[in-house]
């Protein structure tokens, strides 16, 4: 059986300045390193461990940012004296990082045994050669991203919005948009595991759907994939557990491990929906790897019996559909775009705070959701709530609105962590469609000059494959907005669509003369709430005029300077011909009405073409108090905007 063991120690941190290393690193400080450690937690982020030791102030209050930049300019070294799990005489011990953020390297005994270079996918280490009984010393080195270790950042054909270490750092890129905090996150922000392993393993079980059958039964395809380590050929028995039906299959391990695939008729299938269209019905699955009568590994799981498909064909106003189809029903989707629920992300760790935005998405009659390409390959539980809540999920890759490497090094990378995150999530019944990334096809082409980009091989090869390859007839798309003919990868005459038009009315002809297939980003600013405001800028500072620092640290971004986004709010007031405000009361209350009377209008404009199938919001969510076009101030706090999104969806009965 594999047994999965939490990694628990006292974790200690260490300053190391860039560039400076004896042994595993030390610093140019006249303190000695023993008298610098500072206690720790993992997972966790290097900023919330300063804010512990009263080093730094909370980031999210006034200029809290701009004053601990300097902490994503350094080095830090993570230590701990770890115990060994318990195992026997031929199991494979592993060490498995869930997240290193970002450029590690992993220290065992003063030995190095691997570095990593990747945030969005996991570090495992085959440790048995060092198992002796003893305690060891594990340290973890995580070098400063400002300067991402190997990569030439004078690459000329290599840039977009924010700085280019951005387009060379396999974490997430948030830090350099409007909509979160510049903070460059740095730890070990997933946890830490001992996996102990037999001889063979399940190291995957993937149930897909393959048919809903006209006799009401659907026909089920579940590959297993068995490991194997060492080079005996090791006769083992399978025996697999799908909708109540079981089989017992021989496993021939003559190669190393082995891929059975196995094929279920399940008989008047219950069928997974979104919310408002039916039940979100789950099967239940197990695997159970057997050897001369004892159990080597066993795995449990649910699935949902659904197809998606997204139909793209010829609209009688001479454009292309683009329609989601959930069990050959169209379905028009009413969604939230979301972010991540902290710009410190080993923070956003929180199953209660994922029930409770979810839940909200829900009841305001939200049908789907979109994970967009600057944050993060959400958590787990975000999508097992999304299977139990009917909400369907258009998933992108973790890219954004520049123009990436193309060399070998970087896209076998970007191949590794593809494979990893589509096998992690292909099971999810809500798992609806991947983009290849947030507007790379549109941005870089259209806004930044550079046409060819339209050609690379990261979104139309590498990440093309890995769903092809890893999760068969799942819908991918390139990039959003997308468009398979048009040169403007934005056309409203198919494909999909992100619509941003600042400073006019919501019911300009900019919007309304535009006729989308689908409608993945649109949205307005409105102001939080009086003590979001508060909370955010703390104490000392003048609350008007927002033309001040700490205003202006809440809207760093790549494309406009601080200034520019607060222009756009007084201009939104001035053409919708309201009074300008002359207080932040009322800039808060001028800008939530906006807003709520922009998101009915939206909603109910397009919602009426038939040519249109969908619309999602931005955002759901904001990842830190700030001004923005979300729905919900940080953490949880609902907008007015809100209640009009929830009655204008729940007007559409498509």
């Known amino acids: 059986m ?17 560039g400076v290393s004896l042994g595993f690193g030390t610093s140019t400080s006249i303190t000695p390193p023993e008298r610098r450690w500072m206690p720790a ?70 030995e190095v045994i691997a570095t990593h270079q990747n945030m969005f996918r996991p570090l495992s280490v085959d440790v048995t050669s060092h198992m002796n009984g003893e305690p060891h010393v594990l340290r973890v080195r995580l070098d ?27 974490k997430s890129q948030m830090y350099a948009f409007h909509t979160a905090a510049w903070l460059m996150t740095i730890g070990i922000w997933k946890p830490v595991t001992w996996l102990v392993h037999n001889e063979l393993s399940i190291d995957d079980v993937f149930p897909r759907t393959v048919a809903i ?67 979100q019905d789950l099967y239940e699955w197990k695997a159970s790897l057997t050897r001369d009568g004892s159990t080597l590994d066993e795995r449990t799981g649910t699935f949902g019996i659904r197809t998606v498909r997204v139909a793209e064909e010829p609209d009688h106003d001479g454009g292309t559909s683009f329609r989601v189809e959930l069990n050959g029903k169209p379905i028009f989707l009413k969604g939230f775009n979301w972010v991540p629920l902290d710009s410190i992300l080993a923070r956003g760790d929180d199953e209660k705070r994922y029930e409770e935005l979810l839940g909200i998405a829900r009841e305001a009659n939200a049908n789907a959701i979109r994970v967009n390409g600057f944050g993060i390959y959400e958590r787990d539980v975000f999508y097992d709530l999304c299977d139990r809540l009917g909400i369907l999920v258009a998933q992108d890759f973790m890219f954004a609105d520049a123009a990436y490497p193309h060399d070998a090094e970087f896209l076998h990378e970007c191949r590794l962590e593809a494979v990893h995150q589509v096998r992690r999530l292909r099971a999810h019944p809500s798992l609806g469609w991947w983009f290849g990334d ?152 001028r800008t939530q009405l906006l807003q709520a009377e922009a998101t009915s209008f939206w909603i109910d404009h397009y919602s009426a073409q038939d040519t249109c199938w969908g619309i999602f919001l931005w955002s759901l969510n904001d990842p830190w108090p700030c001004p923005s076009c979300s729905y919900l101030a940080y953490p949880a706090v609902p907008k007015p905007a809100l209640a009009a999104a929830r009655e204008a969806f729940g007007r559409i009965s498509r």
């Open 2 to 18: 594999t047994v999965r063991t939490p990694l628990t120690a006292d974790w200690k941190l260490l300053q190391v300045e860039p």
């Open 41 to 110: 937690q993992v997972p966790g982020d290097v900023h919330l461990d300063l804010m512990r030791a009263g080093i730094i102030d909370d980031p999210f209050v006034g200029r809290g940012t701009d004053h601990c930049r300097w902490v994503a300019e350094n080095d830090w070294v993570y230590e701990a004296t770890v115990h060994e799990p318990v195992h026997t005489a031929g199991q494979r011990v592993v060490l498995e990082f869930a997240g290193l953020d970002t450029f590690a390297t992993v220290f065992l005994d003063d």
């Open 144 to 170: 400063s991203a400002m300067t991402p270790r190997g990569r030439d950042l004078s690459q000329a054909d290599v840039f977009g919005y924010g700085p280019r270490r951005r387009m060379h750092s396999r």
């Open 213 to 279: 059958n006209p006799d009401g039964s659907a026909t089920v395809e579940v590959t297993v994939d068995i490991a194997k380590t060492g080079s005996l050929v090791l006769p083992a028995t399978l025996s697999l557990t799908v909708a109540g039906e079981h089989r017992v299959v021989s496993v021939d391990t003559s190669w190393n491990g082995a891929h059975i695939r196995e094929t279920f008729e399940v008989e008047n299938a219950k069928l997974w929906w979104v919310h408002d269209h039916g039940a």
């Open 438 to 589: 947030n507007e790379n096809d549109h941005v870089v082409p259209t806004q930044l000059g550079f046409v060819e980009y339209v050609d690379n091989e990261l979104n139309k090869s590498v990440l093309a494959e890995a769903v092809q390859l890893h999760a068969p007839g799942t819908p991918y798309f390139p990039s959003s907005p997308y468009s398979p003919m048009n040169p403007d990868a934005n056309s409203d005459r198919e494909g999909t669509c992100h619509i941003w038009r600042f400073g006019v009315r919501w019911d300009d002809p900019a919007y309304t003369e535009l006729r989308p297939r689908m409608m993945i980003e649109i949205g307005l600013f409105g102001l939080p709430p009086r003590e979001v405001m508060e909370s955010m800028l703390g104490p000392n500072v003048e609350r008007w005029p927002v033309y001040n620092d700490t205003y202006f640290a809440r809207l760093d971004d790549s494309r406009n300077s601080r200034d520019a986004w607060y222009d756009i709010l007084f201009d939104t007031i001035r053409a919708a011909g309201l009074e300008q405000p002359e207080s932040l009361d009322e800039l808060i209350e």
